[in-house]
């Protein structure tokens, strides 16, 4: 036998050292490998979730005449978070479309309409409505909302000039799908702030069985906030002088009532 092969046969003979690991030891080992294992799953669940899960159980879409600021538009921001679909100008849409041209208020009678075709929104400005080719957006079933007051940074405390997450979330809610208004919402830090201004109306919106109580609803409302604020404005801030006469303070009410009027009129739908 040559003297290689007994090299060989004695490095095969020679007892290899054992590294045994403690408890302590196979305990983070096996730990740190679970950890990994989870975060992989986790990613391929969240890849899994965001390729193909749509949240509602019906879609939501808009036609984005793009009339907003990019970095402005709730739609635009609806889109990239996965919550709205783009549809094209000629495009039909066979479910609710919220378009200031409607000819009906949202009821609660649309909830079927919504459940099974869902609800779109037109996403143009309220300064370009003239502008805006409402012949090339197709929908069967259009409609405007009741009176609501935008709490938007752009428009806030205006009346009817919501933005695209205001009105799809109100039309949620007015049809029976507040949880679902409530996430589009979420998605905004404003966003509760419609739900403080508005909750009164929603809620009574919500409860109506016709167009018709949506409407009485919608008047009565006004018709309350403009003699409330009629009463308050009429209230004395101070005390009265003795140097003004009763025409004048007359004159001042008259002055107030024909402002107060002047403003709620422009509020009307």
């Known amino acids: 036998m040559s003297g290689r092969k007994k090299k060989d046969k004695n490095k095969l003979l020679q007892r290899r050292p054992r590294y045994v690991l403690g408890k302590e030891q196979r305990y983070h080992q096996m730990r740190d490998r679970e950890a990994e294992g989870s975060i992989e799953s986790d990613k391929e669940n969240d890849e899994t979730e965001s390729i193909n899960d749509w949240p509602l159980p019906f879609p939501v879409a808009m036609w984005d005449l793009e009339h907003c600021d990019p970095k402005k538009c709730t739609g635009r921001k609806l889109v990239r978070h996965g919550l709205t679909k783009l549809l094209r100008l000629g495009e039909r849409f066979q479910g609710l479309c919220l378009t200031p041209v409607g000819d009906k208020c949202v009821t609660p009678m649309d909830r079927e309409i919504v459940e099974r075709?869902?609800?779109a929104v037109v996403d143009c400005s309220w300064s370009r409505?003239?502008?805006t080719p409402f012949n090339k957006i197709k929908t069967v079933h259009p409609r405007i909302l009741p009176f609501l007051v935008a709490a938007n940074p752009a428009?806030?405390?205006?009346?009817?000039?919501?933005?695209?997450?205001?009105?799809?979330?109100?039309?949620?809610?007015?049809?029976g799908f507040s949880d679902e208004a409530k996430m589009y919402l979420e998605k905004f830090r404003w966003?509760?702030?419609f739900l403080q201004l508005n909750n009164e109306l929603l809620e009574k919106y919500a409860c109506c069985t016709s167009t018709e109580e949506v409407i009485a609803v919608q008047d009565k409302f006004l018709k309350d906030a403009w003699q409330?604020?009629?009463?308050?404005l009429s209230l004395p801030d101070f005390p009265q002088s003795d140097t003004e006469s009763e025409e004048e303070e007359e004159q001042k009410d008259k002055n107030k009532v024909s402002e107060i009027t002047k403003e709620l009129a422009n509020a009307q739908i």
């Open 129 to 131: 409505i003239d502008d």
């Open 155 to 175: 428009n806030f405390g205006k009346p009817c000039e919501l933005s695209c997450v205001e009105a799809i979330a109100a039309a949620l809610i007015i049809t």
């Open 117 to 119: 075709y869902g609800c």
């Open 191 to 193: 966003g509760h702030s």
């Open 228 to 232: 409330e604020k009629i009463d308050r």
